[in-house]
Every structure is written in structure tokens, then in C-alpha cells.
């Protein structure tokens, strides 16, 4: 963990970005569907795009504690500026510090944490969604390399994407023991990446499906040097993914919040402003004390992930708590606008549409109810 006064500074430098210069790119990057580059270099020269990853390699090398308190201050944006490094921190580079070799790190990281190259994530196909282990992409050994054939989708930040984690099945058993991971570069003969997707939100955060034909990779790209275990690697990446993904709903919660009380100050019904009633009140207290359990959970899961306790269950109980409870603030934020939130005159309208992601991707919310669920039990027939 930073020392307390390095987290303060840290916090506040990215408090007042996200202010001065994010929140008032908002509605460019919604009309032109892209960030604009200015503000992806000021946040390589922040260090966001290597916050996660060790100084060793060139990156900020955050505690997981440090991580939610920096993420939630970036979360009070745009979720649409942290989608585009938040790939190379979590899901794209966390395979390799898991499982990865030490060369295997040594030739991307630092390049990753600069901003040089954008990391990516390849688990979800058409068919294998909230069943990830039902995925058919092969990795077929053929001499010295592995040759690759497969449909991703969803795949976040891949238009921009230089390195690929890329699950593939390299045995014949169906289940999870027969899946492993590659790092796949872009430009590699035989990868497509398909036009990005027109989502309901998320304007500037570019997703697509990467097509795999023959693609021919050397076996040194097999993560970690072994076969068969890219499944736990995937689900210890996503552990961790989620738990970041749950300090951006707070920050998220906690800007919707201040977009529906600044509303209720401003607007008056019946003489006075809507804030002095009672109902809306009701709708902003609900909203305040989950949004204090939001934090309050991500901060105490974060120091036990820290402290190397086993955290599967909690951050599964943090996914799913954060992002439910974003939804109702949203959705009570968009309420207190009245008419005013259903028009694109203000931000919440906006929001309102980005926040509806967070409860499905990284694993939906009934998935993170299931694990829970199936943690509880394991740990009362131990
Ligand atoms: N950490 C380490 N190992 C884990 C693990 C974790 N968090 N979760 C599962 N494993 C291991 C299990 O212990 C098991 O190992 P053994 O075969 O040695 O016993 C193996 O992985 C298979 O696990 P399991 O049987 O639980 O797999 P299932 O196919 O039943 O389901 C879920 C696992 C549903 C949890 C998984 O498919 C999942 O997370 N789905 C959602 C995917 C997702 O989030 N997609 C979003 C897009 S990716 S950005």
C-alpha cells in the first residue's frame, strides 16, 4: 500500500483531472463516439495505463487498496475514459502477472504501462458468454507454433488493441482443464478484428468480435509455458477485474448522486426547490447509504485481496452489491430529473444508459450471485 500522504496526492491530482479536464470532454466523446487523443496522452503521462502493473516493469505498481481509491475517483467520469486503460491494468494484463514468465512480462509490460501498447482480452465467443469454459476457439501445436481458429466477441478496447489474451482449448476434453491462454500480438497473419459494435452506451469505448483463422503463433505466446490452465488464469484475472470494476460503480454512484441533488437544489415546484420534499429526499438517502456501502465494501475486500486472503466470494459479493446498487441510483437520480432526465439536456441521460452495462459484462450479476452462492457452500463443506 502507497504511503498515506503518495495515495493522498495521487487521489487528489486525479480528482481535479477528471474535473478540469474529463467532465467537460464528456459530451465530445459522446458525439464523436471516440477520446480524444490529447486527453489519452495526459492520462499515459498520469501512469493510468501501468497503475496496476509493477514498477519493475514500468508501472505505477498500486496495492489493490490504492487501485479502488483512484479507480473510484476516475469512475466519476465517463466510464468511457477508464474503458480505454482499464483493459491494460485488468483482464489484458493480468494473465501475465499471474501465470505469465518472466520474459513473457519483460516483453510487454513496460510497453503496456507506457501507453505504447493497448492490452485486450479474448474469453467471450458467441456461444460461451456467462459459460466461459464452453468456449470452441482451438489452439491446435503444429511443430513449434500453435495455430489458432476461433470467434471472440465483446472483446473491449480490441480496434486499438496490440496484444491479445487470447483463452483457447488445446485438449479434447470439454471442460475447463482442457483451456489455455496465448499472447497473441495484432498483426499477426490470420487475426480480424470486426467493426466495433453500436452499443446503448459506452459512446467511445470501442467493442468487437476478433476472428482467428489459421493464425500461426510460436509456442513461446502459450502463457506461462503450460497448457491447460488458462481457465484458472482467466477466473484469477477476473477476481481481481472485479473488484476494480466495483470501485468505478462507486465513483459512478457517487457522481450521479451529485448530478440528481445539484437537479433537486436547482429546480423549483410548487415554490420551492424539488430537494426540500420529502419523497425526493427519500430518493437521495437510499441513494447515499448504498452508495457508503459500495465504498465501504470495495475498501475492506481491497485490503484483503492486500493481505493475500482468498477474496473469490467478496469480490463476487462486491460486483454484484456495487453494480445493483448503481442501477437503482440511477435509475432514482433519473426519477428526481423527472422529464428533464429523458432528454439529452443534461448528463444523466447519458449515465443512466452507461451504468446499465455494469451489471452484465465482467460477469453478469446472476453469475456473481452463483459464485457466491457456490463459495458459501464450499466453505461449509470444508
Ligand atoms: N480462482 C481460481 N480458480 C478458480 C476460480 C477462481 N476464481 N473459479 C473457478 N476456478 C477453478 C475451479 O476451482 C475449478 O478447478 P478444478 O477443475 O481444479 O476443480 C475450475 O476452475 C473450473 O471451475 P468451475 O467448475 O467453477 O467452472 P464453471 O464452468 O462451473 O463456472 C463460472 C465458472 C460460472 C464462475 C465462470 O464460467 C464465470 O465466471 N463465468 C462468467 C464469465 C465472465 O465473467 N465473462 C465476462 C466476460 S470476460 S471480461
Redesign the pocket.
Known amino acids: 500500500m502507497a504511503d498515506a500522504d503518495v495515495l493522498k496526492s495521487m487521489v487528489d491530482e486525479t480528482r481535479r483531472f477528471v474535473r478540469q479536464d474529463l467532465i467537460p470532454a464528456e459530451e465530445w466523446v459522446e458525439e464523436h463516439d471516440e477520446i480524444p487523443q490529447h486527453l489519452i496522452d495526459k492520462m499515459k503521462s498520469l501512469g493510468f495505463f501501468g497503475m496496476t502493473i509493477p514498477e519493475q516493469y514500468g508501472g505505477l505498481g498500486l496495492s489493490m487498496y490504492d487501485e479502488v481509491c483512484v479507480v473510484a475517483e476516475i469512475g466519476y467520469a465517463s466510464p468511457v475514459f477508464r474503458s480505454y486503460f482499464g483493459t491494460s491494468n485488468g483482464?489484458g494484463t493480468l494473465g501475465m502477472l499471474i501465470d505469465g514468465t518472466e520474459e513473457q512480462r519483460r516483453s510487454y509490460l513496460p510497453r503496456i504501462a507506457k501507453g505504447e501498447l493497448v492490452a485486450s482480452?479474448c474469453?467471450?465467443e458467441p456461444d460461451a458468454?456467462?459459460?466461459?469454459?464452453?468456449l470452441k476457439t482451438k489452439a491446435v501445436k503444429d511443430g513449434d507454433h500453435y495455430v489458432i481458429n476461433g470467434t471472440k466477441r465483446?472483446t473491449?478496447n480490441s480496434p486499438h488493441a496490440g496484444i491479445f489474451t487470447v483463452f483457447a482449448r488445446t485438449g479434447k476434453e470439454q471442460?475447463?482443464?482442457a483451456i489455455s491462454a496465448f499472447l497473441v500480438e495484432r498483426g499477426t497473419p490470420g487475426i480480424t478484428v470486426a467493426p466495433h459494435y453500436r452499443k446503448m452506451g459506452f459512446r467511445g469505448s470501442h467493442t468487437a468480435d476478433v476472428i482467428f483463422e489459421d493464425c500461426r503463433v510460436p509456442a513461446s505466446a502459450l502463457l506461462g509455458g503450460r497448457e491447460g490452465v488458462g481457465?484458472?488464469t482467466?477466473?484469477?484475472s477476473?477476481?481481481h477485474?472485479?473488484l476494480h470494476m466495483s470501485a468505478v460503480a462507486t465513483g459512478l454512484s457517487a457522481r450521479l448522486i451529485d448530478e440528481g441533488v445539484k437537479y433537486a437544489q436547482e429546480r423549483v415546484q410548487f415554490g420551492k426547490p424539488i430537494s426540500q420534499y420529502q419523497l425526493i429526499q427519500a430518493m437521495m438517502a437510499d441513494s447515499e447509504a448504498e452508495a457508503l456501502a459500495s465504498r465501504a465494501m470495495i475498501e475492506r475486500v481491497a485490503k484483503m485481496k492486500d493481505e493475500g486472503l482468498p477474496v473469490?466470494k467478496e469480490t463476487a459479493c462486491c460486483k454484484y452489491f456495487t453494480t445493483e446498487a448503481l442501477g437503482r441510483i440511477a435509475d432514482r437520480m433519473l426519477q428526481v430529473h423527472g422529464g428533464y432526465g429523458y432528454i439529452k439536456e443534461y448528463p444523466i441521460e447519458r449515465l443512466f444508459r452507461d451504468a446499465r452495462l455494469f451489471r452484465i459484462?465482467?460477469?453478469?450479476s446472476q453469475?456473481q450471485q452463483?459464485?457466491v452462492a457456490?463459495e458459501m457452500l464450499k466453505q461449509r463443506a470444508a
Open positions: 483482464v482480452f474469453l467471450t458468454g456467462s459459460d466461459a469454459a464452453a465483446f473491449t471442460n475447463s482443464s481457465f484458472k482467466a477466473m484469477r477476473l477476481d477485474a472485479r473469490t459484462y465482467e460477469g453478469t453469475i452463483l459464485i457456490r
